[in-house]
Structure formats: structure tokens, C-alpha cells
């Protein structure tokens, strides 16, 4: 297998390097019968996590070395702690009731959410918001104009708009200036810089992750192959206070983000709208005015610790949650008085890259002869359009039905072969 690098797996500029199996979507109502194995798992985690973002099809990821960072997997920790706990008591995942908690499926869909959430709190609580949650024909005018939208129409039309985040020599210039000298072999498909990554999917996936840049030949997809190229953003539906329980900003936030998500999307709609205001780069659109400061923790005996890093409540059902700008801050107040650097931290902490190629390999390991099979492959090339050997990554699965114990002397034998000097890492 040929060789990899560190910034195969992780970035300073964006942290992880993950990668999903899209198209594989998986099932969200929280009602399904969960299948055996970790298929059932996948999915009944995916209702799990719609409790907390709002139900959506999401991603498979697939069966490949995953980098976690620490703080992230502390909030997941803390927002699911009976979940993990529960796992913890399980001796295998065949119990298709169980629901048990995958914390690397959990801890990568969390990040990606909650970089989502964490624009729309941006633009719609603390960029347009009042300071006491205020929210109404003033902010909702500000908010359908900033859209694009005219006074007199309740629709407008979003086109994505051409971005510059993944152009080779840009990212080539970032990484070098944070100390990253290459990215090996990975080629990036999908930056948090540049929204949100599931809006497209759909119930059956689609075939490539959100481009930003025209397609330079006939037999490339471009910028507007996929769904969540166009959309139409409905005022009435998306920024109306259409519900007595729909109060304040926070309250047109939450309908935004979770119980009406393709109004917050825009492949689904808003975040398509504002990426694209904010010009070829950042996020100029979702952020607060620089001059716009939280005071009212002079008024408090005590403010709240500043090692506390900027963050949204951590809640396992976004409906205990209060997302208003005075909770928020009181909880959280992190180092600042500006709602705007507030904002800039909050989004850059839930930064992360979605991987489009990577050479690996899946094996289904079911006796010693398919074992064999597959070393052979590795080791000899035996058909011309075989490319294993070219693999980065090899997910070898336990799948053995006949005579595990041979089974397992040949993987051993191979990988004691293979590997014969412990590794650094290793126990």
C-alpha cells in the first residue's frame, strides 16, 4: 500500500479530513425498523442526531481511519452522555432495539451540524436579532432584503455563485502558511468555507458533493449539476412568525435550522442565498456589523468564564434549547464583547474538509480462502485493471463464517509479515 501523510487525515487550516459515502444515504424517521449490524446502527444514530439538528437523509461514512478532535468529542460526550453511557453496557450492536451510540459517526455529523447551525445563529440571532430577541417586521424586512428579496414579492431566486476556496494554488498557499507542506494524495471535494455539504443529497444521495467552480471539460460535473445549484426561498414560509409558539428571533432561528430545514439550506435555500453574498470567499454575509457589542454582562455579578470556548447550548433534543443572544452569551462568553468576533469563532471551531478521492480498498474477510485471495491480489498483480496495489487505506472486515481459527493465524501471519516492527503509536 503506498504511503500516506498527515494531512491525509487532518489540516490546521480545516482539521479533519473525513470521508462519506456518498451517495449511501441513510434513513432519518425515528419510527424505522432498524436492520441488524451496523447498517441499523447508522441509521438509528442518523434519528438520534435529527432530535438535536432536525430530520434529514445524511451520509454514510464509510469504513476508513476517522480523525476526532478532543473538544469536539467532549461536546458530543456531554450533549449524549445517557446515549454513550447505555452503549457502554452493550456486549455487541446485533440487538436491533438497542440504538447504540457510535461516537465517530456522531462526533463527524456533529461538526458538520453544528458549522450549519452555527451560520444561521449568525445571521438570523445575532447579526439581525435584537439583544432581547426581537424579531419582527423590521428584522424580517432586513433579513428578505439581504436575501436578495423585493419588497413586494414573497419569492426569490438563489443561483450558487463561484467561490475560489478550492482553487489549487489558494489551498496550496494556506496550508503552506500554516505548516502543512502537502496534502498527500487526497483530493478535497468540500470545505466548511463554503457552507454546507448535505443539502443535495436528497433521499438517495447524489453523485458529487457541492462544486463551486465550472467544469473545465464535457465529462466533469460543474457548478450547477446538482440540485442544490437553484432553489426559491418563500418569505411567507421561511421568515414569517406564521406560529403563536414562534417567538423572537431564536424562535424564526429553530424553524430555520431544524423544523423547516430546506428553508435554511437552499439546495435547500438561506445558506446557498448568503454563501453566495458573501462574494469568492468567507462568510461576510452571515456575520454581525463589527460596532455591534454584548454589554449586559456589566450588569452581572460575575461573567462567565473565559476559557469557556464560544458554543451553542449542548442539548440532546434542539427543542429544550434557548438559542437567544442573552443565553447564549451568559453561558458562553468566551474572550471577547464582540458579537461579531464572537460569531468568527464560533464558526471557525466546527471547521472541517470533505475528501473526494482517496485510493482504498474494502474487503469483506468471510474464510481463509477469501483471505488468501486478497492477499495475493496485494501482493502480485494478477489482472491488468486491478488497482489495489494503488490503495492508500485497506478496511479489512470481519465477516468469517468457516474456520476462524485458521482465518485468524493467516491475518496475523500476513500482517506480522507485512509489518514486523511495532509502530510508534501502537500499544
Known amino acids: 500500500m503506498a504511503p500516506m501523510t498527515p494531512w491525509d487525515f487532518y489540516t490546521y487550516d480545516q482539521k479533519g479530513v473525513w470521508r462519506m459515502a456518498n451517495p449511501a444515504v441513510l434513513k432519518h424517521a425515528s419510527r424505522y425498523i432498524y436492520p441488524h449490524g451496523i447498517r441499523g446502527v447508522a441509521t438509528s ?123 489549487e494554488d489558494r ?18 471535494a468540500f470545505v466548511s468555507r463554503d457552507g454546507y455539504p448535505y443539502a443535495s443529497l436528497g433521499r438517495f444521495g447524489w453523485k458529487n458533493w457541492p462544486l463551486f467552480q465550472p467544469s473545465k471539460s464535457s465529462d466533469k460535473p460543474g457548478m450547477y449539476s446538482d440540485p442544490g445549484a437553484r432553489c426559491t426561498i418563500k418569505r411567507t414560509e421561511c421568515l414569517g412568525a406564521s406560529s403563536p409558539r414562534i417567538r423572537g428571533a431564536s424562535g424564526i432561528f429553530a424553524r430555520l435550522a431544524f423544523e423547516v430545514p430546506h428553508c435554511g439550506d437552499c439546495g435547500k435555500q438561506l445558506i446557498t442565498a448568503l454563501v453566495a453574498a458573501s462574494g469568492d470567499l468567507g462568510f461576510s454575509a452571515f456575520l454581525p456589523g463589527s460596532g ?34 442573552a443565553h447564549v452569551f451568559t453561558q458562553s462568553g468566551g474572550e471577547t464583547t464582540s458579537v461579531r468576533d464572537w460569531a468568527v469563532e464560533l464558526i471557525t471551531r466546527y471547521r472541517f474538509t470533505i475528501a473526494g478521492l482517496t485510493p482504498s480498498h474494502f474487503a469483506m474477510l468471510k474464510n481463509p480462502n477469501s483471505i488468501k485471495a486478497l492477499f495475493e491480489r496485494l501482493e502480485n498483480k494478477i489482472h491488468a485493471e486491478d488497482t489495489i496495489q494503488d490503495a492508500l487505506m485497506l478496511c479489512l472486515n470481519d465477516d468469517i463464517t468457516l474456520q476462524p481459527e485458521r482465518a485468524d493465524k493467516l491475518l496475523r501471519d500476513w500482517q506480522g509479515q507485512r509489518w514486523p516492527q511495532k509502530a510508534g503509536w501502537e500499544l
Do not use: C
Open 292 to 325: 455591534r457589542v454584548w454589554t449586559p454582562w456589566k450588569d452581572l455579578e460575575q461573567e462567565p468564564p473565559k476559557e469557556i470556548a464560544p458554543h451553542l447550548p449542548l442539548v440532546a433534543d434542539y427543542r429544550a434549547a434557548n438559542f437567544s443572544l
Open 45 to 167: 444514530l442518523t434519528a438520534i442526531i435529527g432530535d438535536r439538528f432536525g430530520q434529514r437523509y445524511r451520509p454514510y461514512t464509510t469504513h476508513e481511519a476517522k480523525t476526532l478532535v478532543k473538544s469536539m468529542v467532549d461536546e458530543v460526550s456531554i450533549t449524549w452522555h445517557s446515549q454513550l453511557h447505555y452503549t457502554g453496557q452493550q456486549r455487541f450492536r446485533m440487538n436491533p432495539e438497542a440504538k447504540d451510540a457510535y461516537l465517530p459517526f456522531l462526533t463527524t455529523h456533529w461538526i458538520v451540524e453544528r458549522h450549519r447551525e452555527a451560520l444561521l445563529w449568525a445571521w438570523v440571532v445575532a447579526r439581525i436579532g435584537g439583544d432581547d430577541d426581537e424579531w419582527g417586521p423590521v428584522q424580517s424586512a432586513q433579513a428578505w432584503k439581504e436575501l436578495g428579496g423585493a419588497a413586494d414579492s414573497d419569492l426569490v431566486d438563489v443561483r450558487r455563485q463561484v467561490r475560489t476556496t478550492l482553487q
Open 171 to 188: 489551498v496550496m498557499n494556506v496550508l503552506d502558511s500554516t505548516g502543512d507542506t502537502a496534502i498527500g494524495r487526497t483530493q478535497y
